[in-house]
C-alpha cells in the first residue's frame, strides 16, 4: 500500500505544473486526497484537497489557481497548478483517507502519505 506524488520540477513564475499522486495497493476511488506542502524551516502548510464526493477545497494562498482532477482508470488525483509564483516554492506530499468522503480539510488526518515531490518556482 503506497501512494506516490510526482510531476514536481523547476518552472518560471508564471508557469503551470501538474503534481500526481498515484495509489498502489488500493483504489483511490471514494477517498479523499489532500496535497500539503513544506519548504525547510517551516511548518506544513495545507495546499488544498478532495473529498471522496469529489468535492474540493482550497487554501486562500492558492485558491483560484489550482484545480483537482481524478483519474480513476490511472488510480490517481492529479493537482493542476496554474499562475505558479516564487512562494509556491516547496515539497508537494499527497495524502488519502477512506474517512473524509463528504468533507475534508487540512485539519483532517490522513492515513496514507506520499513522500513527496519538489517544486520549484524561479523568479
Known amino acids: 500500500v503506497q501512494l506516490q506524488a510526482s510531476g514536481g520540477g523547476l518552472v518560471q513564475a508564471g508557469g503551470s505544473l501538474k503534481l500526481s499522486c498515484a495509489a498502489s495497493?488500493?483504489?483511490?476511488?471514494?477517498?479523499?486526497v489532500g496535497w500539503f506542502r513544506q519548504t525547510p524551516g517551516k511548518e506544513r502548510e495545507w495546499v488544498g484537497c478532495i473529498s471522496g464526493d469529489d468535492t474540493t477545497y482550497f487554501s486562500q494562498s492558492v485558491k483560484g489557481r489550482v484545480a483537482f482532477s481524478r483519474d480513476n482508470t490511472k488510480n490517481t488525483v492529479n493537482l493542476q497548478m496554474n499562475s505558479l509564483k516564487p512562494e509556491d516554492t516547496a515539497k508537494y506530499y499527497c495524502?488519502?483517507?477512506?474517512?473524509?468522503?463528504?468533507?475534508?480539510?487540512?485539519?483532517?488526518?490522513?492515513?496514507?502519505w506520499g513522500q513527496g515531490t519538489l517544486v520549484t518556482v524561479s523568479s
Open positions: 495524502a488519502a483517507d477512506s474517512d473524509l468522503y463528504y468533507l475534508c480539510s487540512g485539519n483532517d488526518e490522513y492515513h496514507y
Open positions: 495497493g488500493f483504489s483511490l476511488d471514494g477517498f479523499a
